[in-house]
T-cell receptor, first 112, second 111 residues
């Protein structure tokens, strides 16, 4: 079945440093979504990318969808303590049912 | 307020007991999902449902059961057959674009 892997699993950064997490799917995705889960909370939708090679920005966050639509990345510029949490990518399968598989997640710690 | 309500927030269960976790949404979404999250782990799909009276097994369905009798409701039963049920359970609903909205979760502990 579809597998979605993320690297790194954990990342500690000094406040102000940049951070990047990478997402790789074993199958081609029709779209990819990113979610953020704060400690003790639930995942919250950040963004969806649909087109091959698409790049979207949300303030200090930059999201990219690969040309082959099998990988994606999230880059945070100048991290802040509010960025702490686990970032997940997720993608639906290509079948008729809306099965959404989540990546393994990257846990970000920001050291003030 | 539109959203997803999960209950209970915390639940303790003795070994051998079945428990049912409630999930209700008022977002008018067709699709609903149950995920399991273990400490420091990602989200693993248990069951999902695209329409009323229809549901599909996810990646870790063994020891769990669901029903979808109403569009708004998708309860999950953790049966005694689930070997290691202690976990954080997340319910979500999805729009046509597969964007998911999650509930606050139910934390189940087996004593």
């Amino acid at each position: 079945g579809q597998q979605v892997m993320q690297i790194p699993q954990y990342q500690h950064v000094q406040e102000g440093e940049d951070f990047t997490t990478y997402c790789n799917s074993s199958t081609t995705l029709s779209n990819i979504q990113w979610y953020k889960q704060r400690p003790g909370g639930h995942p919250v939708f950040l963004i969806q990318l649909v087109k091959s090679g698409e790049v979207k920005k949300q303030k200090r966050l930059t999201f990219q969808f690969g040309e082959a639509k099998k990988n994606s990345s999230l880059h945070i510029t100048a991290t802040q303590t509010t960025d702490v949490g686990t970032y997940f990518c997720a993608g639906p399968n290509s079948g008729g049912y809306q099965k959404v598989t989540f990546g393994t997640g990257t846990k970000l710690q920001v050291i003030p | 307020d539109g959203g997803i309500t999960q209950s209970p927030k915390y639940l303790f269960r003795k070994e051998g007991q079945n428990v049912t976790l409630s999930c209700e949404q008022n977002l008018n979404h067709d699709a609903m999902y149950w995920y399991r999250q273990d400490p420091g782990q990602g989200l693993r799909l248990i069951y999902y449902s695209q329409i009323v009276n229809d549901f599909q097994k996810g990646d870790i369905a063994e020891g769990y059961s669901v029903s979808r009798e109403k569009k708004e409701s998708f309860p999950l039963t953790v049966t005694s057959a689930q070997k290691n049920p202690t976990a954080f359970y997340l319910c979500a609903s999805g729009s046509g674009a597969n964007v998911l909205t999650f509930g606050a979760g139910s934390r189940l502990t087996v004593l």
